[in-house]
T-cell receptor, first 117, second 111 residues
Framework: SAVISQKPSRDICQRGTSLTIQCQVDSQVTMMFWYRQQPGQSLTLIATANQGSEATYESGFVIDKFPISRPNLTFSTLTVSNMSPEDSSIYLC??????????????FGSGTQLSVL | GQSLEQPSEVTAVEGAIVQINCTYQTSGFYGLSWYQQHDGGAPTFLSYNALDGLEETGRFSSFLSRSDSYGYLLLQELQMKDSASYFCAVRDLKSNYQLIWGAGTKLIIKP
C-alpha cells in the first residue's frame, strides 16, 4: 500500500491570508488529486495535478484561488488563497497507486482541517 | 449526467449483516469502488468491482451488476468499529481517472 503524508493536519487562519498544504507520496505516482470535503458530505474534486503540466481544475475552482504545484512525481502542494470563512473545510490529497486491478485503489492523505475566522 | 445514489443512513445491530446499495448513472462505466471513512479520518479503500459478480475480502463483500447499473457492499458480523460512512464511487471513462462519488451512507451500529 501507499503512504501519503499530508500537512498541516489542521490550521486556524485569518480571512484574507493564504495557506499551503503539502502532500508527499512514498512512491512515484502519475496523478495526484485534491479534494474538499465538508463535514457529513461527500468528496468534491478540486483539481488533478500532473507532474510537469498545469493542474486541471473542476468547475467552480480556479487557479488563482487554489494554485497547485507538482514539482515531481512524489510531491504536490495546494494553496488556498485569500481565504474566507466559506473556505473552511477538510482538504484531502490523494493518488492512485499500483498496477492493474490494484490501480483502482485511491490512497488519501490524512487531511487538513482548515478553519477560517 | 453522472450520478450515484446510495442511502444516507443505515442502522444495524452488532453481529448482524448489512447491505448498502449503490445505483449509478454514468456515460462510460469502468468500475465501482467502495471506501470507508470514520469520523475525523480520511477515506480508505475497501473494494473494487470491474466485472459482474461478488468480490469477497474478509467480512466485507462487494457485488456488481453492470446490466442493472447497481452494486452493493455487504458487511457481515458487524462490529462497533464498522460504524463509519461508506462511499461508492465510479470510475468513468469520460472523466479520465477521476472518481465520481456517491453522497455516502452513514452506518450506525447499535449494541
Amino acid at each position: 500500500s501507499a503512504v501519503i503524508s499530508q500537512k498541516p493536519s489542521r490550521d486556524i487562519c485569518q480571512r484574507g491570508t493564504s495557506l499551503t498544504i503539502q502532500c508527499q507520496v512514498d512512491s512515484q505516482v502519475t496523478m495526484m488529486f485534491w479534494y474538499r470535503q465538508q463535514p457529513g458530505q461527500s468528496l468534491t474534486l478540486i483539481a488533478t495535478a500532473n507532474q510537469g503540466s498545469e493542474a486541471t481544475y473542476e468547475s467552480g475552482f480556479v487557479i488563482d484561488k487554489f494554485p497547485i504545484s507538482r514539482p515531481n512525481l512524489t510531491f504536490s502542494t495546494l494553496t488556498v488563497s485569500n481565504m474566507s470563512p466559506e473556505d473552511s473545510s477538510i482538504y484531502l490529497c490523494s493518488a492512485f497507486y499500483g498496477q492493474g486491478k490494484t490501480n483502482e485503489k485511491l490512497f488519501f492523505g490524512s487531511g487538513t482541517q482548515l478553519s477560517v475566522l | 449526467g453522472q450520478s450515484l445514489e446510495q442511502p444516507s443512513e443505515v442502522t444495524a445491530v452488532e453481529g448482524a449483516i448489512v447491505q448498502i446499495n449503490c445505483t449509478y448513472q454514468t456515460s462510460g462505466f469502468y468500475g465501482l469502488s467502495w471506501y470507508q471513512q470514520h469520523d475525523g479520518g480520511a477515506p480508505t479503500f475497501l473494494s473494487y468491482n470491474a466485472l459482474d459478480g461478488l468480490e469477497e475480502t474478509g467480512r466485507f463483500s462487494s457485488f456488481l451488476s453492470r446490466s442493472d447499473s447497481y452494486g452493493y457492499l455487504l458487511l457481515q458480523e458487524l462490529q462497533m468499529k464498522d460504524s463509519a460512512s461508506y462511499f461508492c464511487a465510479v470510475r468513468d471513462l469520460k472523466s479520465n481517472y477521476q472518481l465520481i462519488w456517491g453522497a455516502g451512507t452513514k452506518l450506525i451500529i447499535k449494541p
